[in-house]
């Protein structure tokens, strides 16, 4: 079992940075690849990054790729999300959610996690 909270959202300008946390309280989160989405109003929950147990392999949906940096620290038991550049399309409420079954490959599929956070809104003016 895994609960996550997610804080460091808010209001920003086109071009600014954002960091969001996501504080992992149960045992799972260190076997757990873990995974950022946002969902814009009216749209369907997207996949954003992802990074695995270790930290060593992570991805990217191709809108963010140069622009957010996923990591991780395991001994905090906690996920960031760095958002440089950020822009008005970026607006969403973003989620962590964490996947804790072992793959070989990252999973950039809603479905695949278990379990999920409350949601930060992130709103990008221009």
């Known amino acids: 079992q895994v609960q996550l909270v997610e804080s460091g959202g808010g209001l920003v300008q086109a071009g600014g940075s954002l960091r969001l946390s996501c504080a992992a309280s149960g045992r799972t989160f260190s076997n757990s690849n873990m995974g950022w989405f946002r969902q814009a109003p009216g749209k369907e929950r997207e996949f954003v990054s992802a990074i695995s147990v270790s930290g060593g392999r992570t991805d990217y949906t191709d809108s963010v790729k140069g622009r957010f940096t996923i990591s991780r620290d395991n001994a905090k038991n906690t996920v960031y999300l760095q958002m440089t550049s950020l822009k008005p399309e970026d607006t969403a409420v973003y989620y962590c959610?964490?996947?804790?079954?072992?793959?070989?490959?990252?999973?950039?599929?809603?479905?695949?996690?278990?379990?999920w956070g409350q949601g930060t809104q992130v709103t990008v003016s221009s």
């Open positions: 959610a964490a996947d804790p079954v072992t793959r070989w490959r990252l999973a950039t599929k809603s479905d695949d996690y278990d379990y």
